[in-house]
């Protein structure tokens, strides 16, 4: 088992900043891809960012140019700063990783004042 804890998320007005932190520890020997994942009230979970284990990465498109995810191997650690943020990215967000099978954290909640 794996176990994915995330940090960092809160209250920030519109054009604002946070850095979200996740994680991982339990049974690793070759954590793979990771992720970060949001979920707006009332919508469906999306599919934020992700990096590979050499630190490539892609993006959903509306967050381009402004959310960067980064990781570190050593401390199976995966960041995500998010800078300029809006009122619709309000939502619980959520780490994702990929260890034999994919895991998911509790989620940190992210709103974002207008």
């Known amino acids: 088992q794996v176990q994915l804890l995330e940090s960092g998320g809160g209250l920030v007005q519109t054009g604002g900043s946070l850095r979200l932190s996740c994680a991982a520890s339990?049974?690793?020997?070759?954590?793979?891809?990771m992720a970060w994942y949001r979920q707006a009230p009332g919508k469906q979970r999306e599919f934020v960012a992700t990096i590979t284990v050499t630190g490539f990465s892609t993006y959903l498109e509306s967050v381009k140019g402004r959310f960067s995810i980064r990781r570190d191997n050593a401390k199976n650690t995966v960041d995500l700063q998010m800078d300029n943020l809006k009122p619709e990215e309000t939502g619980v967000y959520y780490c994702?990783?990929?260890?034999?099978?994919?895991?998911w954290g509790q989620g940190t909640q992210v709103t974002v004042s207008s």
């Open positions: 994702s990783a990929d260890e034999r099978q994919w895991y």
């Open positions: 339990g049974s690793i020997r070759n954590l793979g891809n």
